[in-house]
């Protein structure tokens, strides 16, 4: 079993919609929890970080992080074409460079 | 800023070659990880670089090698090519600051590699 476990989708919403997209973990040692947007034949960029549990909120990105669940999320209100990517979390012991990343999920949303 | 750049972008190997994958991290990082990206196994990290020092290994075998310069560019080598290495792979660079913190890796856009 992955220590990441990511639905791979893929998953298609109409634009406007709230998104959801979610990942489960077993290393309970992990401390910071991320997540990468990946548009097609680009590299992973950084779409927001969190520390321990509790929810953060740039936008209309929102990330929840739930360590006594080992769960975390996140969503993406007024969804546009341009968010259609795949989106990856990642997890890592506290400040170590080693990521330990999730299958990712394809997300489209249609206009 | 200039962003991470990765040479070649796309090559094309036999089993049993070797090859040379190069990255060049952003002015003034001195982390660089590598990371391996297929669609079995989605993202996997290879081993991570700091001050020309491995500091942290996956769980790769030891066909998969890297190193660092001086002037923080990374090199990682893959010996006796096997068709399951064919991937893209992708470098990250970092500037750390403190151990115990975060510190955000901005990723290059990565050499696809096919084996053949």
């Known amino acids: 079993q992955k220590e990441v476990e990511q639905d791979p989708g893929p998953l298609s919403v109409p634009e406007g919609a709230i998104v959801s997209l979610n990942c489960t973990y077993s290393?309970?040692?992990?401390?910071?929890f991320m997540w990468y947007r990946q548009y097609s034949r680009k590299g992973p960029e950084l779409l927001m970080y969190?520390?321990?549990?509790g929810n953060k909120e740039d936008g209309r990105f929102t990330a929840q992080v739930d360590k006594s669940s080992k769960y975390i999320s996140l969503f993406i209100r007024d969804s546009q074409p341009s968010d259609s990517a795949t989106y990856l979390c990642?997890?890592?012991?506290?400040?170590?460079?080693?990521?330990?990343f999730g299958q990712g999920t394809r997300l489209t949303i249609n206009p | 800023k200039a962003g991470v750049t990765q040479t070649p972008r796309y090559l094309i190997k036999t089993r049993g070659q070797q090859v040379t994958l190069s990255c060049s991290p952003i002015?003034?990082?001195?982390?660089v990880s590598w990371y391996q990206q297929t669609p079995g196994q989605g993202l996997q990290f290879l081993f991570e670089?700091?001050?020309?020092?491995?500091?942290n290994k996956g769980n790769f075998p030891g066909r998969f090698s890297g190193r660092q310069f001086s002037n923080s560019r990374s090199e990682m080598n893959v010996s006796t090519l096997e068709l399951g290495d064919s991937a893209l792979y992708l470098c990250?660079?970092?500037?750390?600051?403190?151990?115990?913190?975060?510190?955000?890796?901005?990723f290059g856009p990565g050499t696809r590699l096919t084996v053949l």
């Open positions: 990250a660079s970092s500037e750390p600051i403190s151990g115990g913190d975060y510190n955000e890796q901005f």
């Open positions: 290393n309970s040692a992990f401390q910071y």
């Open positions: 969190t520390y321990s549990s």
């Open positions: 990642a997890m890592s012991v506290g400040g170590a460079q080693k990521l330990v």
């Open positions: 002015s003034g990082h001195r982390s």
């Open positions: 670089y700091f001050s020309e020092t491995q500091r």
